[in-house]
Nanobody
Framework: QVQLVESGGGLVQAGDSLRLSCAAS????????MGWFRQAPEKERQFVAG????????RYADSVKGRFTISRDNAKNTVYLQMNSLKPEDTAVYYC??????????????????WGQGTQVTVSS
Protein backbone atom coordinates (compact mmCIF):
# COMPACT_ATOMS: atom_id res chain seq x y z
CA GLN A 1 0.00 0.00 0.00
CA VAL A 2 1.11 3.56 -0.64
CA GLN A 3 0.04 6.89 0.80
CA LEU A 4 0.08 9.97 -1.42
CA VAL A 5 0.29 13.61 -0.39
CA GLU A 6 -0.05 16.40 -2.94
CA SER A 7 1.32 19.92 -2.55
CA GLY A 8 2.04 22.99 -4.62
CA GLY A 9 -1.42 24.22 -5.45
CA GLY A 10 -2.47 27.83 -5.15
CA LEU A 11 -4.03 30.88 -6.72
CA VAL A 12 -2.36 32.17 -9.86
CA GLN A 13 -3.19 34.34 -12.83
CA ALA A 14 -3.78 33.14 -16.35
CA GLY A 15 -0.48 32.50 -18.10
CA ASP A 16 1.38 31.70 -14.89
CA SER A 17 3.03 28.42 -13.96
CA LEU A 18 2.78 26.05 -11.03
CA ARG A 19 4.50 22.82 -10.12
CA LEU A 20 2.56 20.24 -8.19
CA SER A 21 4.30 17.55 -6.20
CA CYS A 22 3.02 14.23 -4.94
CA ALA A 23 5.06 12.53 -2.25
CA ALA A 24 4.55 8.83 -1.77
CA SER A 25 5.26 6.66 1.22
CA UNK A 26 6.49 3.10 1.02
CA UNK A 27 9.29 1.30 -0.75
CA UNK A 28 7.26 0.20 -3.77
CA UNK A 29 6.72 3.62 -5.35
CA UNK A 30 9.18 2.88 -8.14
CA UNK A 31 7.06 -0.05 -9.29
CA UNK A 32 3.85 1.98 -9.65
CA UNK A 33 2.56 3.83 -12.64
CA MET A 34 1.36 7.25 -11.56
CA GLY A 35 -1.30 9.63 -12.73
CA TRP A 36 -2.61 13.13 -12.16
CA PHE A 37 -6.33 13.81 -12.30
CA ARG A 38 -8.41 16.90 -11.66
CA GLN A 39 -11.94 17.65 -10.63
CA ALA A 40 -13.70 20.95 -11.11
CA PRO A 41 -16.88 21.80 -9.17
CA GLU A 42 -19.85 19.74 -10.31
CA LYS A 43 -17.75 17.89 -12.87
CA GLU A 44 -16.36 14.39 -12.99
CA ARG A 45 -12.78 13.68 -12.11
CA GLN A 46 -10.78 13.65 -15.32
CA PHE A 47 -7.39 12.38 -16.39
CA VAL A 48 -4.64 14.95 -16.82
CA ALA A 49 -1.37 13.06 -17.22
CA GLY A 50 0.24 9.72 -16.48
CA UNK A 51 3.71 8.25 -16.32
CA UNK A 52 5.03 4.72 -16.15
CA UNK A 53 7.10 3.36 -13.29
CA UNK A 54 10.50 4.24 -14.73
CA UNK A 55 9.45 7.54 -16.26
CA UNK A 56 9.95 6.56 -19.88
CA UNK A 57 6.32 6.63 -21.02
CA UNK A 58 3.99 9.55 -20.51
CA ARG A 59 0.45 10.28 -21.55
CA TYR A 60 -1.54 13.52 -21.53
CA ALA A 61 -5.07 14.70 -21.94
CA ASP A 62 -5.50 16.71 -25.12
CA SER A 63 -6.47 19.76 -23.11
CA VAL A 64 -3.04 19.99 -21.44
CA LYS A 65 -0.68 18.72 -24.14
CA GLY A 66 2.16 21.13 -24.72
CA ARG A 67 1.47 22.98 -21.46
CA PHE A 68 1.80 20.37 -18.70
CA THR A 69 4.67 17.97 -18.07
CA ILE A 70 4.60 14.98 -15.77
CA SER A 71 7.83 13.62 -14.33
CA ARG A 72 9.00 11.53 -11.42
CA ASP A 73 12.00 11.07 -9.17
CA ASN A 74 11.96 7.54 -7.81
CA ALA A 75 14.85 8.30 -5.48
CA LYS A 76 12.63 10.88 -3.79
CA ASN A 77 9.37 8.91 -4.11
CA THR A 78 7.83 11.91 -5.80
CA VAL A 79 5.89 12.61 -8.96
CA TYR A 80 5.54 16.12 -10.35
CA LEU A 81 3.20 18.02 -12.60
CA GLN A 82 4.70 21.12 -14.16
CA MET A 83 1.87 23.34 -15.37
CA ASN A 84 2.66 26.22 -17.71
CA SER A 85 0.47 28.73 -19.50
CA LEU A 86 -2.32 28.10 -17.06
CA LYS A 87 -5.87 28.95 -18.07
CA PRO A 88 -8.97 29.62 -15.97
CA GLU A 89 -10.40 26.32 -17.19
CA ASP A 90 -7.51 24.54 -15.44
CA THR A 91 -9.08 25.51 -12.11
CA ALA A 92 -9.78 22.32 -10.16
CA VAL A 93 -8.67 20.13 -7.32
CA TYR A 94 -5.72 18.10 -8.56
CA TYR A 95 -5.18 14.55 -7.34
CA CYS A 96 -2.32 12.15 -7.83
CA UNK A 97 -3.00 8.46 -8.05
CA UNK A 98 -1.02 5.22 -8.10
CA UNK A 99 -1.57 2.13 -10.21
CA UNK A 100 0.32 -0.89 -8.89
CA UNK A 101 -0.39 -3.08 -11.90
CA UNK A 102 2.44 -1.47 -13.91
CA UNK A 103 1.00 -2.64 -17.22
CA UNK A 104 0.01 0.50 -19.06
CA UNK A 105 -0.41 4.21 -18.47
CA UNK A 106 -4.16 4.38 -18.11
CA UNK A 107 -6.42 7.38 -18.43
CA UNK A 108 -9.30 5.75 -16.58
CA UNK A 109 -9.52 6.60 -12.90
CA UNK A 110 -10.82 3.08 -12.29
CA UNK A 111 -7.33 1.70 -12.96
CA UNK A 112 -5.78 3.57 -10.05
CA UNK A 113 -5.97 2.07 -6.59
CA UNK A 114 -4.47 4.77 -4.39
CA TRP A 115 -5.30 8.46 -4.24
CA GLY A 116 -4.07 11.55 -2.49
CA GLN A 117 -6.29 14.09 -0.77
CA GLY A 118 -5.94 16.67 -3.53
CA THR A 119 -4.56 20.18 -3.86
CA GLN A 120 -6.54 23.18 -5.11
CA VAL A 121 -5.40 25.06 -8.19
CA THR A 122 -7.23 28.28 -9.00
CA VAL A 123 -6.43 30.29 -12.11
CA SER A 124 -7.88 33.78 -12.33
CA SER A 125 -8.46 35.54 -15.63
Amino acid sequence: QVQLVESGGGLVQAGDSLRLSCAASGRTFSSYNMGWFRQAPEKERQFVAGINSIGRITRYADSVKGRFTISRDNAKNTVYLQMNSLKPEDTAVYYCAADPKNINVYASRNEYDYWGQGTQVTVSS
